[in-house]
């Protein structure tokens, strides 16, 4: 048991299935009281009742206030993980401008609401937890998919304002960035997923483990993938070695499509 969880109150966003139903399955089994949020009301309640949580359908940035009803006025840890990948179109092509919307208020303003909703019952008492899923494409880029690889840089960066700017006052954040798991949204990367992610993508479950694994060691960047960390280094050590390597897979995918 993770001692650091045990009977906090959790909020799972994008809970109804992949990644999001792996961490609601873990704090509950971890003896945490989960609230399992998605947009699918189904697909929650299903999460909910195999764990004994609580379902909560909606919006990821609208459910604070009925999450902390839920749970008798107190949000310990917030997870959110809730995300969308969009191609939004190449250069060239017509933009599509409601993808790139759509992914700056799932994978960024989401978190940014939820954050200023939770953070002055959490600095008022000096103790919370933000859990923010981010992706590898947040660390390093993405080929085939500017908003998403856009946006989560933009997650990843915000989660790194939270921890440095709180993180004396008693505020815990982690930021998962995990390349291919098996999910929903893996299926749906094309050509682009099916080189790039799916030769060494791993179950949600994993994904699970590494955060988990992480809370005890209590680390902001949890890498599923441990390989990433060097790919991260070797971005920021040679900047433009790693644009040529990813500009050779990038135009590996085009020969392919």
């Not at 994008?14 to 089994?29: D, K, N, S, T, V």
């Not at 930021?175 to 179950?203: F, H, N």
Request: proline residues 4%.
């Amino acid at each position: 048991m993770v001692q650091a969880v045990q009977g906090a109150k959790v909020v799972v966003t994008g809970a109804g299935g992949g990644i999001g139903a792996a961490l609601a399955r873990r704090f509950a089994a971890q003896g945490a009281r989960v609230v399992v949020n998605d947009l699918d009301a189904a697909r929650a309640k299903a999460v909910a009742e195999e764990i004994g949580g609580h379902a909560l359908a909606g919006d990821a940035s609208s459910v604070v206030d009925e999450a902390r009803d839920v749970l008798d006025g107190r949000v310990d840890v917030w997870c959110a993980n809730a995300g969308v990948g969009r191609d939004g179109g190449e250069p060239g092509e017509p933009l599509r401008e409601e993808d790139w919307a759509l992914s700056w208020d799932v994978n960024v303003m989401a978190h940014v609401r939820a954050a200023h909703a939770l953070l002055p019952e959490w600095l008022e008492r000096g103790s919370g937890r933000f859990v923010s899923t981010v992706s590898a494409a947040g660390l390093l880029t993405m080929i085939g998919t500017a908003p998403y690889s856009v946006t989560k840089h933009g997650a990843y960066a915000f989660a790194e304002w939270l921890s440095l700017t709180y993180r004396h006052r008693g505020v815990k954040v982690h930021a998962i960035c995990p390349q291919g798991v098996r999910t929903d949204m893996l299926d749906a990367s094309g050509s682009a997923g099916d080189l790039v992610l799916k030769p060494t993508a791993i179950e949600p479950e994993d994904v699970a483990d590494a955060l988990f694994d992480g809370i005890e060691q209590d680390r902001f960047l949890i890498l599923p993938h441990p390989e990433v960390a060097e790919y991260y280094r070797a971005r920021a050590a040679d900047p433009e070695r790693w644009l040529g390597g990813m500009n050779g897979v990038q135009r590996q995918w085009e020969a392919t499509r």
